[in-house]
């Protein structure tokens, strides 16, 4: 058979190649074969075999390592696969964190942009009498204090720096004290419209305390008017807060504690649902109005009064009233001192005076309910 190939392929016409391409007559054939690609075809059951023109030729040294190069460029090795397989790895994982940081910082935006609802003040229009009307189909036993007790009014506007400043004077005084010391604290700052942070920071805590004022609430004022320089605290931003993150804000105040925010926000913010859970004279009211063995703990306040939400602020002041129809203490400072309770010919005397001063809260500050908190 291959000599029959051979002699076939030699009567062939062959094209002519370059000289130095012929192979040399001493190569074997079965190499030269197993090289060139062969056609075969069938003529009168013979097997006929046709070689490609193109012979086995002595490349040049230079075009030896092209066919290896190819070869590696189609069918890489395993350490080109695990190089070229690892460069698209960390370039997906580097594109991955990317968009996961471009995400999350679109959600950041889209939380920044979206409005905070904040509830209407109970000064607005209709909003104490559709409080009242909440809470009287939602407890009936506080629809029995609302019957018997005058609907509360909320229109005091002053600036949030005035307000805060009048409650760290007002702290641990009673209500005659308190508004002495908070008048000559007014005249030395030339009126309310004075009472500003650079006004209250350009007084010495010698000039403040000779008109009353002790050393560490010299502290808090300046404290609270340093934040309100330095932009931490401004009064548009307290208005604008949500309560929970106004809470935050202001517990930052030296000298201003839970208590004192909870008062701020019902009577100068005129926020509707407010529960001021460490105030004496509510956690009593509570107490009474529910029959209750002992004082419920600030912990328990929040589910025994669940049922007055959207307007826990409105409940609490009845509360107050509830509390000093009682003859209860309504001064929390003085339950927290241990202080004697008035005798009941002295209360005959105070009680209209107290009432006065509970309508007065939202003009004046917290009055007599002021503890350090």
């Given amino acids: 058979m291959v000599e029959q190939t051979q002699s076939q392929t030699q009567n062939q016409p ?88 471009s995400r999350a910082i679109q959600q950041q935006q889209q939380t920044l942009t979206v409005p905070r609802i904040i509830a209407r003040p109970l000064s607005s229009e209709g909003e104490v009498e559709a409080a009242i009307r909440h809470l009287r189909n939602a407890d009936r036993q506080l629809a029995s204090l609302i019957d018997i007790h005058p609907p509360p009014t909320f229109d005091s506007f002053h600036t949030p720096f005035l307000a805060l ?23 030395l700052c030339g009126g309310e419209a004075g009472v500003v942070p650079e006004t209250v920071l350009a007084l010495t805590p010698q000039q403040l305390r000779q008109i009353g004022v002790s050393g560490r609430k010299a502290s808090y004022l300046h404290d609270l008017a340093r934040k309100y320089q330095n932009g931490i605290l401004s009064d548009s931003a307290i208005v604008n807060m949500d309560d929970k993150s106004l809470f935050t804000m202001l517990t930052m105040v030296n000298g201003i504690g839970s208590w004192s925010v909870h008062m701020f926000m019902i009577f100068s ?105």
Avoid at 177 to 186: D, L, M, N, Q, V
Avoid at 339 to 357: C, F, G, Y
């Fill in 14 to 101: 062959e094209p002519q190649p370059e000289p130095e391409t012929q192979p040399p007559p001493n190569q074997d054939s079965t190499t030269t074969l197993a090289v060139i690609p062969v056609q075969t075809e069938t003529t009168n059951n013979a097997t006929i075999t046709h070689a490609n023109v193109t012979p086995q030729t002595s490349s040049p040294p230079s075009k030896i390592p092209l066919r290896p190069r190819k070869i590696r460029k189609l069918s890489p090795d395993n350490g080109v696969d695990q190089a070229s397989a690892s460069q698209p790895t960390e370039s997906s994982k580097a594109t991955s964190a990317k968009s996961t940081k």
């Fill in 269 to 373: 913010l005129h926020r509707p649902d407010v529960l001021p859970i460490n105030d004496l004279g509510v956690r009593k009211g509570v107490q009474l109005l529910y029959s209750l063995e002992e004082l419920p703990r600030p912990s328990q306040m929040d589910q025994l009064c669940e049922k007055w939400r959207p307007y826990r602020s409105v409940a609490s002041w009845y509360l107050w009233r509830f509390v000093e129809a009682k003859g209860a203490p309504s001064s929390a400072a003085a339950v927290a001192a241990g202080a004697a309770l008035p005798q009941p010919q002295q209360e005959e005397q105070q009680q209209p005076q107290l009432l006065d001063q509970i309508n007065s809260l939202i003009n004046i500050g917290y009055n007599d309910f002021q503890i350090n908190s």
């Fill in 165 to 187: 400043t009048r409650s760290i004077l007002y702290q641990q005084l009673a209500f005659k004290a308190g508004t002495s010391i908070y008048t000559r604290f007014i005249a």
